[in-house]
């Protein structure tokens, strides 16, 4: 089958790899029709994870079921399905207890959680490919409505970022009325603002600089905060009366830099510690990592981060952090979907088919204007 494959920093091409098969009684085997590229897929892009040249990318996943072991009950061939990024098994305790995102058995003993074509997370091949095993599958697929195919731009974002949004919003503990900033409007900062704004929150601020992106924000009833232009905290002050958002999200990662290209994993973090009032929760949801060997420094290096403790503390905050546990909402954001409260393909730039991941991955990577979210589609004609 065709497959996205590293090959080192800012190097992919579309392979011919092995197909995957039935493994395990417990495998589903699914034919992959949308496939996106994430933010979190350029860390790794960038060289700056220790993922394995020749590894395939891809856990943002949707398909059709072609084939199950003989273990799978509910799951059944034909079934068009959302594969949330997570691997988990279904019945350890972490997965007993919700937190799929955390499962002991996925991974290598002594690491809990577990995904799709991700580096220190566990051996599954990614999903930007023509075809996926889904280990687990009764427990990992969700199916979907007759709508999948005609909707599957909205379908694809349940395998992670409308979750993954929606639990940025959910770790800061906004309630309904309450005001939030976003740090953040890539994917996954869009989706926490359609969350936030799903959720009843009363005022919605979006951090960013580029304005195709903070375009979209404001397209689900965000208010643009542009950080080229001053300070966001002074801004989100300006917009909360002096007091500071009751809540916050933190959707960039430790590649956090300013607008003059200065990095600093550590900015959003401290931007979000001031501009968050005292006693309001933040949840971080961007990606850090415990080395970063392409570090700008030292501390950085080894994943740590000058967070501003003193002033976390003094003001009684609290923070979220951790990938999103998928199965916690994915079933009720698709019936959101379904039902048409919310149409998450909105961030979609471009639909292309397999082949052309390779220009796909430099443009979004360089965040040119007009890449805000790529779809593959294997099996499109080119
Ligand atoms: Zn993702
Ligand atoms: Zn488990």
Not at 160 to 187: C, Q
Not at 265 to 291: C, E, H, K, M, W
Not at 345 to 365: C, G, M, N, R, T
Request: proline share 7%; with cysteine; net charge negative.
């Amino acid at each position: 089958m065709k497959a996205v494959v590293y090959h080192g920093p800012r190097n992919v091409s579309v392979d011919e790899v092995p197909d995957p098969k039935i493994e395990k009684p417990t495998d589903a085997l699914v034919r992959i029709t949308a496939t996106n590229i994430c933010g979190s897929d350029l860390h790794m892009y960038e060289g700056r994870t220790d993922f394995k040249e020749g590894r395939v990318f891809g856990h943002e996943n949707l398909g059709e079921v072609i084939g199950v072991g003989d273990a799978v009950d509910k799951i059944k061939v034909g079934d068009m399905i959302s594969a949330p990024f997570n691997v988990a098994c279904g019945h350890c305790r972490n997965c007993e207890e919700g937190l799929t995102n955390y499962c002991l058995r996925a991974n290598e003993p002594g690491i809990a959680g577990a995904a799709y074509g991700f580096a220190d997370m566990g051996p599954w091949q990614g999903g930007q490919a023509e075809l996926l095993r889904v280990p687990w599958a009764d427990f990992n697929c969700l199916r979907l409505p007759e709508d999948a195919r005609e909707k599957q731009d909205d379908y694809v974002m349940l395998s992670d970022i409308f979750p993954t949004g929606w639990h940025a919003v959910r770790m800061s503990g906004l309630r309904p009325g309450e005001t939030i900033v976003i740090y953040g409007s890539g994917p996954v900062g869009c989706m926490a603002a359609l969350s936030a704004t799903t959720m009843g929150a009363s005022k919605v601020m979006v951090v960013d600089r580029h304005p195709d992106r903070l375009r979209l924000a404001e397209q689900v009833g965000a208010i643009p905060v542009d950080d080229s232009k001053g300070s966001p905290v002074d801004q989100v002050m300006e917009h909360t009366n002096g007091m500071g958002a009751d809540r916050g999200a933190e959707c960039v990662g430790y590649q956090a830099h300013d607008p003059r290209g200065h990095e600093d994993n550590s900015a959003t973090l401290n931007d979000l510690v001031l501009s968050v009032r005292f006693t309001g929760g933040i949840g971080t949801i961007g990606v850090y990592v415990p080395q970063d060997p392409g570090g700008p420094n030292e501390l950085a290096k080894h994943g740590k981060a000058p967070f501003d403790f003193g002033s976390f503390w003094f003001k009684g905050q609290h923070m979220g952090t951790g990938q999103c546990p998928v199965k916690r909402y994915n079933r009720y954001l698709r019936s959101l979907i379904a039902e048409d409260k919310v149409k998450p393909s909105w961030i979609v730039s471009h639909d292309l088919p397999l082949e052309q991941a390779p220009e796909a991955y430099k443009h979004f990577d360089a965040r040119e204007e007009g890449w805000t979210k790529v779809v593959l589609h294997p099996g499109q004609a080119t």
